[in-house]
Nanobody
Framework: VQLQASGGGTVQAGGSLRLSCTGS????????MGWFRQRPGSGREFVAA????????YYGDSVAGRFIISRDNGDNAVYLQMNSLKPDDAAVYYC?????????????????????WGRGTLVTVSS
């Protein structure tokens, strides 16, 4: 699976952005799809993930209530709608796919459970 994230950019605090991740190589339908982010000097932070058939959706504590993950298995795409953006949301955002059967919040939020990663897209939030 090859993943490509897009949609990053610069936005003012309080604004919104929508990230997209499209994939090729294999149908998305069998994977857990997730979004992570990374700030300079920090590890990858879990943002959101969704099971292929919608059995579960999880969010990181810092984005719950503001971000929404959705996916379109037919189009091999996953999206991250980011609302009420804060300066702390500025980071490089990565989409990822996991072929492992993971269902718990702890597992889904662990970067090591994901097999495939896209190149990141940079989000900058100005105050």
């Amino acid at each position: 699976v090859q993943l490509q994230a897009s949609g990053g950019g610069t936005v003012q605090a309080g604004g919104s952005l929508r990230l997209s991740c499209t994939g090729s190589g294999r149908p998305f339908g069998r994977y857990v799809m997730g979004w992570f982010r990374q700030r300079p000097g920090s590890g990858r932070e879990f943002v959101a993930a969704r099971h292929s058939n919608g059995d579960f959706t999880y969010y990181g504590d810092s984005v719950a209530g503001r971000f929404i993950i959705s996916r379109d298995n037919g189009d091999n795409a996953v999206y991250l709608q980011m609302n009420s953006l804060k300066p702390d949301d500025a980071a490089v955002y990565y989409c990822a796919a996991s072929s492992v059967r993971i269902t718990t919040r702890q597992a889904v939020g662990f970067p090591g459970k994901y097999d495939f990663w896209g190149r990141g897209t940079l989000v900058t939030v100005s105050s």
